[in-house]
């Protein structure tokens, strides 16, 4: 099997030919991509003012001097906006075309490559990991299925690694090592396919295994699967000993302890970078308009077959059953069951409501990328600060959300929550305090 570079690829895509050079499974029922982009339909000024006075303010609570944030709403309209500057104080304007890094959203990314090669043939879904990284100890019984939906019980490597994430950045991990301190977090004996729990160490898996099933690199990988087929040009993975990003890029920022309280008044610019120290769960670089692209095209199944984009959204519950005395399950009131369809773990994503997608940090950087495949929302917002947890931005994302189903929404999208739940939400998460 050959292999193109970045480069070559991106150039078949423009073309137009890399599907039928690389084989690539992808297509609508009629044979040929859909990559239409969203329409040139704005939102309401009133509706905008709203969308970027949330932002604004959750900027403020993270400690961030800009973001990028889009909503592309097909019944109503999109706006794309670049807010802020690139230091604190001052700087440039923050504009929409700036790169980024994307965090977590890389592993919806990871689990988009997967399905796409199970399309292709090269892997089942329900492969164990194991079959392909035979010399792996800790692993045993766990598909690639799992890998994906977060059900593997694989410890996270995060958790214990990240001092040193923030103190060095720019040190090469090796996956073996990430791996390796995933597994010391593991339960033993693992128990894959009952519980899902947040783990980038299932990303980093599930990336070597499909590595050694093709017998090609990630980069390699990637570039076939997903960023040529969606002609995600502004999207890439990078060497790992490429630590910086291109010179028109939204500049990151980390927020230190000074006297034991966050200093949000001077942060700390994450100029150089090892992506490695995520890998396949964080390492992608991208822009606001591919973040919409890879979105779509992941779930409305301009990139996959219709088996697997169905199994993108077939989700795993969060959460444990409640049990009774005898360690029965307890069934759930319908209240309870209304809440708990809300929520769920699909392929590489989170389901909040109608809305699926991911989000997560890197030192920098904190992004939420989500799509509704019924209606076609797509939401995707990044803050130049990784002093937020993820589940802040999530909110920020599910309060734009609110705010589109309340001026724009009517029949076509809503959702259970209000923008003042989100804005409650977000709150608990304040890192910066209020002005």
Same mark, same amino acid.
């Given at each position: 099997?050959?292999?193109?570079?970045?480069? !070559?690829?991106?150039?078949?895509?423009?073309?137009?030919?890399?599907?039928?050079?690389?084989?690539?499974?992808?297509?609508?029922?009629?044979?040929?991509?859909?990559?239409?982009?969203?329409?040139? &339909?704005?939102?309401?000024? +009133?509706?905008?003012?709203?969308?970027?006075?949330?932002?604004?303010?959750?900027? &403020?609570?993270?400690?961030?001097?800009?973001?990028?944030?889009?909503?592309?709403? =097909?019944?109503?309209?999109?706006?794309?906006?670049?807010?802020?500057? +690139?230091?604190?104080?001052?700087?440039?304007?923050?504009?929409?075309?700036?790169?980024?890094?994307?965090?977590?959203?890389?592993?919806?990314?990871?689990?988009?490559?997967?399905?796409?090669?199970?399309?292709?043939?090269?892997?089942?879904?329900?492969? /164990?990991?194991?079959?392909?990284?035979?010399?792996?100890?800790?692993?045993?019984?766990?598909?690639?299925?799992?890998? #994906?939906?977060?059900?593997?019980?694989?410890?996270?490597?995060?958790?214990?690694?990240?001092?040193?994430?923030?103190?060095?950045?720019?040190?090469?991990?090796?996956?073996?090592?990430?791996?390796?301190?995933?597994?010391?977090? @593991? =339960?033993?004996?693992? +128990?894959?396919?009952?519980?899902?729990?947040?783990?980038?160490?299932?990303?980093?898996?599930?990336?070597?295994?499909?590595?050694?099933?093709?017998?090609?690199?990630?980069?390699?990988?990637?570039? /076939?699967?997903?960023?040529? *087929?969606?002609?995600?040009?502004?999207?890439?993975?990078?060497?790992?000993?490429?630590?910086?990003? $291109?010179?028109?890029?939204?500049?990151?920022?980390?927020?230190?302890?000074?006297?034991?309280?966050?200093? #949000?008044?001077? *942060?700390?610019?994450?100029?150089?970078?090892?992506?490695?120290?995520?890998? &396949?769960?964080?390492?992608?670089?991208?822009?606001?308009?591919?973040? &919409?692209?890879?979105? @779509?095209?992941?779930?409305?199944?301009?990139?996959?077959?219709?088996?697997?984009?169905?199994?993108?959204?077939?989700?795993? =519950?969060?959460?444990?059953?409640?049990?009774?005395?005898?360690?029965?399950?307890? $069934?759930?009131?319908?209240?309870?069951?209304?809440?708990?369809?809300?929520?769920?773990?699909?392929?590489?994503?989170? /389901?909040?409501?109608?809305?699926?997608?991911?989000?997560?940090?890197?030192?920098?950087?904190? +992004?939420?990328?989500?799509?509704?495949?019924?209606?076609?929302?797509?939401?995707?917002?990044?803050?130049?600060?990784?002093?937020?947890?993820?589940?802040?931005?999530?909110?920020?994302?599910?309060?734009?959300?609110?705010?589109?189903?309340?001026?724009?929404?009517?029949? !076509?999208?809503?959702?259970?929550?209000?923008?003042?739940?989100?804005?409650?939400?977000?709150?608990?998460?304040?890192? #910066?305090?209020?002005?």
């Amino acid at each position: 099997m050959s292999f193109f570079s970045s480069k !070559t690829l991106r150039t078949l895509a423009a073309t137009g030919v890399i599907a039928v050079l690389l084989g690539v499974s992808g297509c609508t029922e009629d044979g040929a991509l859909n990559l239409d982009g969203p329409g040139d &339909q704005a939102l309401s000024d +009133t509706t905008t003012e709203r969308l970027q006075t949330a932002v604004t303010e959750a900027m &403020q609570a993270a400690g961030a001097s800009g973001a990028l944030v889009g909503v592309w709403a =097909p019944w109503a309209g999109n706006w794309e906006a670049g807010i802020g500057t +690139t230091e604190t104080g001052g700087g440039s304007e923050v504009t929409t075309d700036m790169a980024f890094r994307v965090g977590h959203v890389s592993g919806m990314m990871t689990c988009a490559v997967l399905l796409a090669m199970v399309d292709d043939g090269v892997v089942g879904l329900d492969d /164990k990991a194991a079959d392909y990284l035979a010399h792996q100890a800790g692993i045993t019984g766990i598909t690639l299925r799992q890998l #994906c939906q977060g059900t593997s019980s694989l410890g996270d490597f995060e958790p214990g690694l990240r001092a040193q994430f923030d103190k060095n950045p720019t040190r090469i991990w090796p996956p073996g090592e990430l791996i390796s301190n995933g597994l010391v977090m @593991s =339960p033993d004996p693992l +128990t894959p396919g009952t519980l899902y729990a947040k783990s980038s160490t299932n990303m980093v898996v599930l990336g070597r295994a499909l590595e050694v099933a093709a017998n090609s690199s990630w980069e390699n990988l990637i570039n /076939k699967y997903l960023f040529g *087929p969606l002609s995600l040009s502004h999207t890439n993975y990078p060497e790992a000993s490429e630590l910086t990003l $291109p010179t028109d890029s939204l500049p990151g920022y980390a927020i230190v302890p000074k006297d034991g309280v966050p200093d #949000c008044a001077n *942060p700390i610019p994450i100029e150089k970078l090892s992506n490695s120290m995520l890998a &396949q769960a964080g390492g992608v670089t991208s822009t606001l308009s591919d973040l &919409q692209r890879f979105a @779509s095209g992941y779930m409305d199944g301009n990139l996959l077959n219709e088996g697997s984009t169905a199994s993108i959204i077939e989700t795993a =519950p969060l959460t444990a059953p409640k049990l009774d005395d005898t360690g029965n399950p307890v $069934p759930l009131t319908a209240e309870e069951q209304a809440a708990a369809d809300l929520t769920g773990s699909g392929l590489g994503v989170i /389901k909040n409501g109608p809305l699926y997608g991911q989000s997560g940090s890197i030192p920098g950087y904190t +992004t939420a990328l989500l799509h509704d495949p019924t209606s076609g929302l797509t939401i995707a917002v990044v803050i130049n600060s990784s002093a937020v947890k993820s589940d802040f931005v999530t909110q920020l994302a599910l309060r734009l959300a609110s705010i589109i189903a309340e001026t724009d929404g009517g029949e !076509t999208f809503s959702v259970t929550w209000t923008e003042a739940d989100t804005t409650a939400a977000m709150e608990t998460y304040r890192v #910066c305090p209020a002005p």
